[in-house]
């Protein structure tokens, strides 16, 4: 319906003013004798002669159609929407903004480390979130500077807060060989492979072992006595259990620079720019001004651009499995020092707001040697005891 207004007459005098509006040539859309008066249909000039026209008559507008409409339950209701507006908007803000950060380390020079990192590279509280992909460019940052110090590093999200998970790398020393020594499980394990060079095995393939338990014992019973001593010397292999959580975007946008690159001279005109030659439009490296005019909005520079490559994806519960496999893989590598995968799956994957949650197990078989001194073992002693 075009903008046209209700209105109700009351008053003694509502038809001698009705005859008044008809023969200045009101146009009435609609008209009907109520209990109250008449109501009528009329356009935008016709509610203006209306009111123009001085009558004891009372006009009330019942109801607007229209683009009337809207005005009028805007500037009605502007208060509201504004309040709503604000509060969608402070809530947005407010939802993406840090507001504190928990690194998660035994340490607190680790743990402080790290939270001078994160603040370099772009992380710190009462800042506003990264995305997805500067996310995954700053825990490589992080472990890249502190490649002594790190093993492995993940930043998730937990509403307004980052918990950063990290793990200590363990500097490489000479293997520990002592006198007399039995060969432990490094790790809860289930054992794979025992390769026993000296000492007595106590354990079996596929055998469940916690950390610390003796595999191959360096003490040598016989039955039930401890009849001598000796280091143990072997390796053990076991599998070990891996939870790798992922927080993917449901539209993951990332560009990655390819090492080609363009040089090339290009004209500046009224803000926009025109080139030469053919260039790549994405990124780039450096520009140097060779001439500026100081009286037309005109110059010349010489520019490189790098060739990117644009990763765009869109994600949901069906496709996701793929992504998260390669995603859950690359952190796990990282926080290996070494092991080979032997199977993988999804636990569980739900959506998050703009995000898929999810959560892949892993099955590794790694190296679970470890050692337990026992040269202070004193085997006289348990004899004089029994």
């Known amino acids: 319906m075009n903008n046209r207004y209700l209105v109700l007459i009351e008053g003694k005098r509502a038809d001698i003013f009705l005859s008044i509006l008809i023969s200045r ?11 109250k008066g008449i109501t009528m249909v009329v356009d935008e000039e016709g509610y203006k002669l209306i009111t123009s026209i001085p009558t004891s008559c009372s006009i009330v507008v019942l109801d607007r159609y229209g683009l009337l409409k809207i005005k009028y339950l805007f500037s009605k209701y502007l208060g509201v929407i504004l309040g709503f507006v604000f ?10 903004i840090i507001f504190h950060i928990e690194v998660i380390h035994t340490s607190k020079k680790i743990r402080n480390m790290v939270i001078e990192d ?28 502190e490649r002594d110090n790190l093993e492995w590093l993940s930043i998730e ?80 292999y076991g599998e070990v259990w891996y939870k790798v959580q992922l927080e993917i975007p449901k539209h993951y946008v990332e560009e ?7 040089s090339l001279f290009e004209i500046e005109f009224l803000n926009r720019i025109y080139h030469l030659s053919n260039h790549y439009s994405t990124y780039q490296k450096r520009k140097i001004v060779l001439l500026k005019s100081k009286i037309l909005p005109i110059s010349l520079s010489y520019a490189t651009y790098m060739e990117t490559d644009v990763v765009d994806k869109k994600f949901n519960i069906n496709n996701v499995k793929q992504y998260a496999f390669k995603l859950a893989e690359d952190k ?55």
Request: no cysteine; charged share 35%.
């Open 157 to 236: 999200e937990e509403g307004t807060n980052y918990v950063v998970r990290v793990i200590e790398r363990v500097k490489n020393k000479k293997e520990k060989v002592y006198p007399y020594q039995s060969i432990v499980a490094k790790k809860e394990a289930m054992i794979l492979d025992i390769d026993a060079y000296s000492g007595e095995v106590v354990k079996k393939k596929y055998d469940y072992v916690e950390k610390g338990e003796v595999i191959i014992s360096g003490l040598i019973y016989n039955k039930e006595e401890v009849v001598s001593k000796k280091s143990a010397l072997g390796k053990v």
């Open 25 to 35: 040539g009101i146009a009435i859309y609609h008209k009907e004798n109520t209990k």
């Open 256 to 262: 990655n620079v390819t090492g080609k690159s363009k």
């Open 332 to 386: 796990l590598n990282k926080k290996l020092s070494n092991g080979e995968i032997l199977s993988k799956k999804i636990l569980k994957k739900y959506e998050k707001d703009s995000k898929i949650i999810v959560e892949v197990f892993f099955k590794v078989k790694e190296d679970i040697t470890d050692y337990l001194d026992i040269s202070n073992y004193d085997i006289s002693k348990q004899d004089e005891e029994e």
């Open 118 to 145: 994160l603040e370099e590279f772009g992380i710190s509280r009462f800042h506003f979130k990264v995305g997805f992909s500067d996310k995954e460019k700053i825990v490589n940052k992080i472990l890249e500077k």
């Open 87 to 96: 509060f969608f908007f402070m809530l947005f803000l407010l939802s993406n």
